[in-house]
């Protein structure tokens, strides 16, 4: 067993561009779930018309349809 500060582990510029392919699928945004205080990801359904989730603690569900002149925003709070 290698010593403390002995290993180093690298990746390559290759295996970084594979783990983002790979995560081309998932896309999600970031919601705050004002209710019970609590952040989660919400995902884009199978079709890609809409980012649908709900809140971890008390299940309210949101729904954010995606569309043409929609925003760039990542990150929205659910009241």
Do not use: W
């Amino acid at each position: 067993m290698p010593q403390k500060g002995q290993q180093l582990d690298l990746t390559s510029d290759d295996d970084l561009a594979e783990a983002s392919r790979s995560r081309v699928g998932n896309r999600f945004l970031g919601i705050h779930f004002v209710c019970c205080d609590v952040y989660s990801r919400v995902y884009a359904n199978r079709e890609q018309t809409a980012y649908v989730g709900n809140c971890p603690r008390c299940a309210k569900r949101v729904q954010l349809k995606i569309g043409s002149g929609g925003t760039d925003s990542r990150f929205f709070k659910a009241y």
